[in-house]
């Protein structure tokens, strides 16, 4: 059976090949990146902003969030140049593999291991360097509708909902029941079209928040509801391909 990276490249590797000119993504990004570098140090006893999650900034590379994000035009052209280089890498590898270039039990695999490490690098690095603070605090609370019960597994999350230690283990156990659940849906190994996946599957998610936000007390579900922000308008969070998106960065590599 193919590892959701296999699946995901297997849907992807017949994509035809964009140039992308290196100078110019370069110089996009020392524009963008100008400002921050001169800005002055963050004082010591302001707390550092919350580092942003690999699903998170995995998202950068979809049009809608970044739609929703409300990036300028120079975000989103260093966002779009950058997932050029990688798709531009990466086709570059699986030539090489037809003409018989490249050898290894699985060379496929290896690809989509290599690529999506160097995609996890590379939308880290554009949420910490080129979207504003305000931008990445919406940016986490996305991802935190996408991921729905995962989301608990957060330390973050834990910490600002001030879970008692009877709450986590509970709502871990629960959260953990449900996760092996969500990799058979969006890994492959449920059989079914999107629609009648996608309903299953946000059935169960919603009986699984159900069931955890049972548990909270009043102040923890303000505590929730400010984490997961204002509804998203630009799409829909509920979007299969978002959420296998979701699943792929937060498999260990």
């Known amino acids: 059976m193919m590892s959701s990276l296999e699946w995901s490249l297997s849907r992807r590797w017949h994509s035809p090949l964009r140039i992308e000119v290196t100078f110019a993504r370069v110089l996009i990004l020392i524009s963008l990146l ?52 990688l798709d531009e890498a990466r086709l570059r590898r699986i030539s090489s593999i037809a003409a018989g270039a490249s050898g290894g039990v699985n060379p496929l695999r290896r690809i989509a291991i290599d690529h999506e490490a160097a995609t996890r690098k590379a939308t880290l690095d554009l949420a910490n360097q080129v979207l504003e603070p305000s931008q990445r605090q919406r940016l986490r609370q996305i991802d935190r509708r996408l991921r729905g019960p995962q989301a608990f597994t ?84 509920t979007d299969f391909e978002l959420l296998r998106a979701i699943h792929i960065a937060s498999e260990k590599p």
């Open 154 to 237: 957060d330390a973050s999350v834990q910490s600002a909902l001030q879970f008692a230690p009877v709450q986590v283990d509970s709502i871990l156990a629960t959260v953990r029941t449900y996760a092996t659940e969500e990799s058979r849906y969006l890994s492959g190994a449920v059989d079914g079209d999107d629609t009648k996946l996608r309903e299953e599957l946000l059935k169960l998610r919603q009986e699984t928040l159900r069931e955890i936000e049972a548990t909270f007390t009043p102040a923890q579900r303000d505590a929730w509801q400010a984490l997961l922000g204002p509804v998203v308008v630009a799409f829909d969070p």
């Open 34 to 85: 100008g400002t921050s570098l001169a800005a002055a140090p963050v004082p010591r006893d302001v707390p550092s902003e919350a580092a942003v999650e690999t699903t998170a900034a995995r998202l950068l590379f979809h049009k809608s969030v970044r739609k929703e994000l409300k990036l300028t035009i120079p975000q989103v052209t260093a966002i779009v140049a950058e997932m050029r280089h």
